[in-house]
């Protein structure tokens, strides 16, 4: 992990000395309205000295952490600074916590997604705060004149005992402020088991503003002389804008201006996070937000189908990719029609493990199915929105993004800035799940503010948010298992794909467990625009292969559980393949935990459940559902969990976290659903885009960690993809029939004996 | 435009707005009390939900001229020090995740109590269906309420 080193030696450990006063810092974040607490007012110092970029430390031992990432629900806002806390060995009730505005001279990796916010900032934030510890003992060694060595920390207070001195971390961090910093590779971390705030559960740090309303989204946002936008986009995906009329909403009230927005420059090179559907839209300025969502329905616009069309865009690794836009209207009916072509046709070979196609000749018996997903809308709760305010030389935009850095690249290239004239401000996120790392409606906000020379809301209606695409991916995968006259396993094969990309996570299990194994992808090309959603492609992928290994368990005469642990025992002892993703023993010590918290093996009558695993985002997670029916409806009623994350940094919330991952599968499986007709979304708000609501959560979500010293993995995503297979299941045990294609409601609505 | 005079948090207050303009925008763009929040815009999330004379109602779909001499709660004016028991309920509970739906959710569930201040399970999940919560914290929402409800 050199290159982790290399960053952390160039940046995190920065000083500005400027900034010694912490004025420019902290400002933003209060200016927006977030102002301190009484309780905070009366801890804060009279001065604040900076140790390094993340931490300060006032007069009076108060102190400062900045959350380098941005906040959209994972709550790293509390638990990245609870791991500088414990290094820099304070005691959390002297802790005030400050989101760090997007500034990659001093923080690493200011982005969030891909569940890897604890996993990323694990080493460099607790060598950052064990260095700023280090400065402190140092200070106290140089002011007492005793061995560094010698000098002990605890909570917040600074020790030699030789001497009977004893100081808070307050007197010394004037003195600490001014010493170089030690060389990270120097500096000792503590060791696991000395760990007090990490692994010790510690409530949200804006738990109180946000019970009590306080401004914290970028929609909260407001500054004097500031104007209030709304866009319209095309009705359809496939479709541009022809022509508008200004003088149709030019005269209604509190309108200033109607003007095209054009995104991109015409030689712009997008980045991975450049996905946007309508790269040219209608902005209407005026007065007051409902002033400018009048104009909106008034409006009279043109629009025209757009021609096909192709951009470079740079993939994931940075490598130029060729996207292409195909032209046209699309159906959902006809993406069915093409999926369903691809359960005969090959697809491109992923992987294959032995001599698969001959295990499929000689089987006695094959068990093939097909399952499908449909398109996903994110539906945050805050709406995409962003406050910008450009003038000729700066601008400031204060907005909800995942990913900060590729954003302000885009932003810098539409307004003909220099990115370092570019200021982003994070703002707590209303939801993300994806959908914030593509942040084209901060690019919006900013040209419509360099065009009207003034500050600037831009809010969608929640239909301008709905229908804007970047969505996740409509899916389809065909397994067939191939077994022999003792119902032994030979071999298996799946083949997925979708619109417009392929699920497969070809070296996962059961890659590795099965001596003959093909995997094969496929994809059709879409103008529907897609992106990350909460566990991209295993979010389908999972919920397929689970359900598929259920049936073959039982088709096998085998216990759900049981079958799976088998396999994961040949994939730990003698594995098939080089390339396997994943940790046999890991995954199966989640199954056996679930097993043991579930009581799986004391079935209760009138519950039907089911089980799942899947490992992704370098975790374990193994679910089991408990499905009861009353009144003639299947209801979820209890949830256990079980989850290999390695350590846990604030226990109480990584539960919080993974049972909103499960009431969102739950949410999603039965009801999650967006189609076109003709290009047009045909949900656009929530009165026809079903969500989970209230009642249909689940009476009890157990969620259980495994106890491990390993290195901390991803949490926000690895419970989400697990739930589909495991309701599916539960449902077949409820119910008798199988669940192939979600959602499930109207599959279940059309059992003659069931209501939803 | 046309005046209205407003009961707000216990204070009067006069805004020269378009009679159909919702309460919600009324609040969060002319009065800067922006807790209450915009979701949906037709009444079907709850993000918005503000008191009428103590009722939970979807500020979104409610013009101001309507309002007459009702008395506007929000949630910034739910209690003076943000210790009204669901509001400490839902901090012990550490209910919310993203919590942008949970000004909403917190009116509603205050409303409920209010009325009803033993809710059953049946209770809480018919005055609280009307709210979404995105990032799913519905359980500790049951939770948080139960426990408002025994410390109220």
Known sequence: MTLIDKKLNRRSFLKVSTLAGGGMLLSFSWLAGCKPTKEELAAMPKEWFEINSYIKIGENGTVTLFNPNPEFGSNVKTSLPMILADELDTDWKNVLVEQADFYPERFDRQFTGGSQGIRSGWKPLRTAGATARQLIVNAAAQTWNVPAGEITTSAGTVEHKASGKKAGFGEMASLAGTLDAPDPETVKLKEISDFKIIGNSKKNVDGTKIVTGKPLFALDHKVEGMKYAAIVHPPAFGMKLKSFDKSSVASLPGIQDVFEVKIFKDDYGRNFFDTTTFPEIIAIVGNSTWEVMNAKKALKAEWETAPASTFQMAGRGGQNMEVKVPGGLENSSTHKEKMAEYITKPGNVLRKDGDPEGAFKKAAKVLERTYSAPFLAHNTMEPMNCFADVKAEKAVIYGPTQAPELIRQTIASSLGLPQENIQINLARMGGGFGRRAYSHHMTEAALISQKIQAPVKMVYTREDDMSAGVYRPAYSATYRAALDENNNLLALHVKAGGVPESPVHANRFPAGAVDNYLAEGWQIESNITIGAFRAPRSNFIAGAEQSFLDELAEEMGKDPIEFRLELLKRAETNPVGENNDYDPKRYAGVLELVRDKSNWATPIDGVHRGVSAYFCHNSYVAEVIDVVIKDKTPVVENVYAAVDCGIVVNPDSAANMGEGAIVDGIGNAFYGEMTFENGVPTKSNFDKYRMIRHAEAPKKIEVHFVQNNEEPTGLGEPLFPPVFAALGNSLYKATGKRLYDQPFQPKLLEMDNLSM | ?152
């Open chain 2, 1 to 152: 435009m046309a005046l209205f005079n407003l009961t707000i948090n216990g204070k009067s207050q006069q805004v020269d707005v378009d009679p159909n303009t919702p309460m919600l925008w009324v609040l969060r763009d002319h009065l800067d009390l922006v807790g209450t929040k915009f979701g949906c815009g037709i009444a079907q999330c709850g993000a918005c939900t503000i008191h009428l004379d103590g009722n939970a109602v979807r500020s979104c779909q409610l013009p101001v001229s309507a309002i007459q001499d009702a008395k506007i709660t929000t949630i910034e004016g739910l209690s003076e020090k943000g210790d009204h028991p669901v509001q400490k309920a839902w901090l012990e509970h550490d209910v919310p995740q993203c919590g942008y739906c949970q000004a909403g959710q917190i009116m509603s569930a205050a409303a409920l109590l209010s009325q009803n201040p033993s809710p059953t399970d049946t209770d809480i999940d018919n005055a609280m269906n009307g709210n979404i919560c995105r990032c799913g914290t519905y359980t500790r929402i049951k939770a948080a309420i139960k426990t408002a409800s025994q410390n109220a």
